[in-house]
């Protein structure tokens, strides 16, 4: 069973940066692949990225293109979130994912193990 472990959240000024990382534990991480979703306070959880087992396929939520890079570091079976320019919209608790497959996609649904979260705050 795969634990996953977020950190690297935190408060921020608007348009700042943050890296969220993500450290899996118990599996063999570079089986899967990865994703980091999102959720607000009175908001349905959200798509960020993901990013194949490999690393070679990765994709974003048009919102965040340009300003969220998802990365892996197979060697230290860890994905990272790079955000810039934050803006205070960006606000929620962030969770990293474990897809079910070598690439899980945008839907939820393909992810069959989730982190605790890691909140992130932007102030404006």
């Known amino acids: 069973q795969v634990q996953l472990a977020e950190s690297g959240g935190g408060l921020v000024q608007a348009g700042g940066s943050l890296r969220l990382s993500c450290t899996a534990s118990g599996v063999a991480f570079s089986s899967y692949g990865m994703g980091w979703f999102r959720q607000a306070p009175d908001k349905h959880c959200q798509f960020v990225a993901a990013?194949?087992?490999?690393?070679?396929?990765?994709l974003y939520a048009d919102w965040g293109k340009g300003r969220f890079f998802i990365s892996r570091d197979n060697a230290r079976d860890t994905v990272y979130l790079e955000m810039n320019s934050l803006r205070p919209e960006d606000t929620a608790v962030y969770y990293c994912?474990?897809?079910?497959?070598?690439?899980?996609?945008?839907?939820?649904?393909?992810?069959?193990?989730w982190g605790q979260g890691t909140q992130v705050t932007v102030s404006s």
């Open positions: 990013i194949s087992w490999s690393g070679a396929n990765t």
């Open positions: 994912a474990a897809a079910s497959s070598g690439y899980g996609g945008s839907y939820d649904a393909h992810y069959f193990q």
